[in-house]
């Protein structure tokens, strides 16, 4: 059974940081062809925040640009989320999702962590 667990949300004040984790078991992470973080803010859709791809390329979306890295540890099964410069718009419940296809879609998403960000 594939399970992604995310960790390490939690309640900063804005221009802070905060790096959230995504472990996975069941399958080899190195399998997964793309992880990345969504984000969901009340009353708003699920959104992308950034990806990571098997090769190690990279995307973000506009609004987190220049402040978010995602990064990938295939020997520690684990994708992370180094946060800085934090906003209160970035208050959101973060999610974790991969996709073992290769169809660009994920098929497994972990149960979120909440992020805060008081100004």
């Known amino acids: 059974q594939v399970q992604l667990v995310e960790s390490g949300g939690g309640l900063v004040q804005a221009g802070g940081s905060l790096r959230l984790s995504c472990a996975t078991s069941?399958?080899?992470?190195?399998?997964?062809?793309?992880a990345a973080w969504f984000r969901q803010a009340p009353g708003k859709q699920r959104d992308l925040v950034a990806v990571?791809?098997?090769?190690?390329?990279?995307n973000y979306a506009d609004s987190v640009k220049g402040r978010f890295t995602i990064s990938r540890d295939n020997a520690k099964n684990t994708v992370y989320l180094q946060m800085n410069s934090l906003k209160p718009e970035d208050t959101a419940v973060y999610y974790c999702?991969?996709?073992?296809?290769?169809?660009?879609?994920?098929?497994?998403w972990g149960q979120g962590t909440q992020v805060t960000v008081s100004s």
């Open positions: 999702a991969a996709d073992s296809e290769g169809n660009g879609t994920p098929n497994y």
């Open positions: 990571i791809t098997s090769g190690g390329r990279t």
């Open positions: 069941g399958v080899p992470f190195s399998s997964f062809r793309m």
